[in-house]
């Protein structure tokens, strides 16, 4: 059976979110991380995800791999392709939301498309066309100190207008709220006058309800998690895999304020390391791992520091670093490794080789654990950096 949605997310912690979205829908999902290769078969499912490292990478780039997982899920079957970013939009002027969407766009066919990273669950709200985190716009959030994507403008319709050459306009949530009809009327209305991205006002699970029945005639559009749920139905049951038995890893790269919040939490029951951008970091880095590791059941090594203590230009080897000290825990032995940030888990599955995964349950709402096929099984929790309750990390490591 060919999947019947396709998801393409710019970074594996918005691919785990968007697929536990479609699996607690009832949607049986996969997760790859990239492409996979073109003779690869597809089990029977109804939605496929296709997890890439493009948030952060130049705007060419992040349009190729996009167009290439396009292809593969249009080849696959998929009807309809949704292009998952995070709830807080995370892209600077160069992009990569906006020149992304215009190639999926363009690729398809179609000329406008739906902007809407509205997930009311997690607190982000569209109003007015401006992104809220809480009861804060999105300038006053702490995304605003972001090390890579800070920022500093809540109006999307602004901040995208900057990302694209074409127009960009708002779908009040006075329209909205008067239901499908009245949505997809102004959707019409703005495509005739050659709209091609239309931000769409949502601060309920409802809003986003209303905005995915009205847009079943566009092949591809774009938001966070909220919509993916929104356009999903399914009522397929399966049992949750189980987590494979052994120690346990958290590594943490994220500044948000949650992932400090949960670092310091787990640091005050396990043994942690605090891995900075220096010189011989990482032999020290993994010295301590290899001296703890066969002594604890669990352990954290974080680079997450708060603003102004972390430099941006960091990031990279921070990335690398993390990345290598997953792959020696796996060598000896860690069997559950949890992830905080999108960019440190990127580079974790990367250097541990993992190609897809079977999405089990959730840890937290938008953070399912993820079952490797490979030998031996690994179970991975990678975490955005701003999910999660304060004690997350720590109930990540405990048994069973």
């Not at 974790?348 to 840890?363: F, I, K, T, Y």
Request: glycine letters at 8%; aromatic letters at 4%; one cysteine or more.
């Amino acid at each position: 059976m060919s999947p019947l949605l396709g998801c393409v997310a710019d970074d594996y912690t918005g691919g785990t979110d968007v697929a536990a979205a479609y699996r607690r829908s009832g949607l049986r999902t996969l997760l790859f991380f990239g492409t996979p290769p073109s003779e690869t078969t597809l089990p029977a499912c109804d939605a496929v995800v296709m997890a890439l490292k493009t948030r952060s990478v130049p705007p060419a780039e992040a349009i190729t791999a996009s167009r290439e997982a396009q292809d593969w899920l249009t080849t696959q079957g998929a009807r309809r392709l949704y292009f998952k970013y995070c709830s807080t939009f995370d892209s600077t002027d160069r992009g990569n939301i906006g020149p992304v969407t215009d190639a999926l766009v363009e690729a398809s066919g179609a000329g406008l498309t739906v902007v809407c990273p509205a997930s009311p669950e997690h607190g982000r709200t569209l109003y007015q066309g401006h992104l809220f985190v809480g009861d804060r716009p999105l300038s006053e959030s702490p995304m605003r100190h972001h090390p890579l994507t800070p920022m500093t403008d809540s109006d999307l319709v602004r901040v995208l207008s900057r990302q694209t050459p074409h127009p960009v306009a708002l779908v009040p949530l006075q329209t909205v709220e008067r239901g499908p009809a009245a949505v997809r009327e102004a959707l019409d209305d703005l495509a005739a006058r050659g709209v091609r991205h239309a931000v769409t006002d949502a601060v309920t699970d409802g809003h986003l309800d209303t905005i995915a029945r009205a847009t079943t005639h566009l092949p591809v559009l774009t938001g966070a998690a909220g919509l993916a749920r929104a356009l999903a139905t399914g009522d397929t049951a399966e049992a949750m895999p189980e987590l494979p038995p052994g120690p346990s890893v958290i590594l943490a790269g994220s500044c948000s304020a949650a992932t400090l919040e949960q670092v310091a939490h787990a640091r005050d029951h396990m043994p942690a390391h605090h891995l900075r951008a220096r010189d011989g970091a990482l032999p020290e880095a993994l010295t301590w791992l290899e001296a703890h590791l066969g002594q604890e059941n669990r352990v954290i090594v974080h680079t997450s520091a708060p603003p102004g203590q972390r430099s941006p230009a960091a990031a990279p080897f921070l990335e690398r670093a993390l990345a290598a000290v997953a792959a020696r825990a796996a060598e000896l032995g860690a069997r559950r490794i949890v992830v905080a940030g999108g960019e440190t888990s990127g580079a974790v599955v990367n250097a541990l080789g993992v190609s897809g995964a079977v999405v089990g349950a959730e840890a937290d709402r938008g953070v399912p654990w993820l079952l490797t096929t490979g030998r031996p099984p690994l179970a991975l929790l990678l975490k955005s950096g701003n999910f999660g309750r304060p004690d997350l990390l720590l109930r990540a490591t405990e048994a069973p």
